[in-house]
C-alpha cells in the first residue's frame, strides 16, 4: 500500500474503489496467524483528522472497504512514521481498534456506527478493561513490509 494513495483518498484525489484496490494487493497471508502488509513510505508527515476518518468509514459502510482492506488502511496509518494524529485520542483508539479487530471489535456496521459516534462526540470513549493472561496463545501478528 503506497503511503501516498492513502492521502491523496484523504484529499479526494482517489476514489474509494482503487483505496480498497490498493489494500487488498498489499495483504499477504502467510498463515492462521500471521500477515504482512506491503507498504510503500511517503515522503512528507500528513495529519490524519477525524473528518478522515469519518471518509474510511463512510466508504466501509456503503460497502467500498471490507474488513480485510479497512483492517490493512488501519494497520498502515499506525505503522507508519509520516502520518500523524495530533495526539487525538479518540482517532488513535478507532485505528487500534480496526488495526486489531481479533481482541478489539470486530469490523461490521454495528461497530464501525459506535465508532462514528466516538468520532462525531455523539459518545464517549468506553473505559476499556484490561486484558486477561491469554496464556501465551499467539491470535494474530501483523508486519509491515517495506516496498
Known sequence: MREEDLKRFFLGELDAERLAAEAACSISRIDEIETSIAIED????????????????????AGKLNEAELNAIAFTLIASDRFEFNED??????????????????INNVTLEMHRSWLDGIN???????????KGIVVSRRWKRSI
Open 42 to 61: 511517503m515522503d512528507r508527515d500528513f495529519t490524519v483528522t477525524r473528518d478522515h476518518m469519518r471518509q474510511l468509514l463512510t466508504a466501509a459502510l
Open 124 to 134: 464517549a470513549l468506553p473505559a476499556r478493561q484490561p486484558l486477561s493472561k491469554s
Open 89 to 106: 485520542e479518540v482517532v488513535i483508539e478507532v485505528l487500534h481498534d480496526w488495526s486489531a479487530p481479533e481482541i478489539n471489535y470486530p
